[in-house]
């Protein structure tokens, strides 16, 4: 059983924590601009296998592949926070969609999705429909309709924004996704997990790369 994170007493979380903390207020006007999009492609669907109730999130391990910044990836598990953890001249979005990713020697990209409320999401729905409380359950979806042909948005080092809070993780935060959630889905996770977000962390000096 994990211990279920107290997110009211965030500082009592145990970590020697370092200087590279995730996630973060993103200023756009200090963000240092490059050319075309975020380099993120999927190489193979993103399948969903098992739906887990972790206490904090639904969290989807599964299989996929990607290639980001010219590198193989693996795609490991999909989680979500709402509202998002990662804010935008201090704008906060509805949920954040993470995708978490490892490749060979064990490196970690999380591709984050900052979502908007709009239509429902069938795939969302699914997740929904499939949960139970306390348990995990098998499930058999497909989340790789997600992502945008050219993404945009902000590229960083950051470390995970739950313990053990582990840093030299690379973040790609794509500010256009192709999914909306509508007011009732979110409205669902939040009576399931009604806070789950870790506040934003000194950026301590680092480059935020801005693909647009």
Partial sequence: MTHMLDYNHQEQWSNGFGTQQSPINIETKTAVVREGTLEFSTQ??????????????VRLPGTGNAEIFGRS??????????????????????????????NAIG??????????????????????????????????????????????????????????????????????????????QLDWFKQQFPYDNRQPQELNGRMIEWYK
Wanted: a negative charge; hydrophobic letters at 40%.
């Fill in 73 to 102: 990836f693996a795609f490991q598990q999909v989680h979500f926070h709402a509202g998002s953890e990662h804010l935008i001249d201090g704008k906060q979005f509805p949920l954040e969609i993470h995708l978490v990713h490892q």
């Fill in 107 to 184: 490196q970690l990209v999380v591709v984050a999705l900052l979502v908007q409320t709009g239509a429902a999401d069938p795939a969302f729905q699914q997740i929904i429909d499939g949960f139970t409380t306390g348990k995990t359950d098998p499930a058999d979806i497909q989340i790789d309709q997600w992502l945008p042909e050219q993404p945009v948005g902000f590229h960083y080092l950051g470390s995970l924004t739950t313990p053990p809070l582990t840093e030299g993780v690379e973040w790609l935060v794509v500010t256009n996704p192709k999914v909306t959630v509508s007011a009732a």
């Fill in 44 to 57: 193979s669907k993103y399948h969903l296998q098992q739906e887990v109730d972790d206490q904090t999130t």
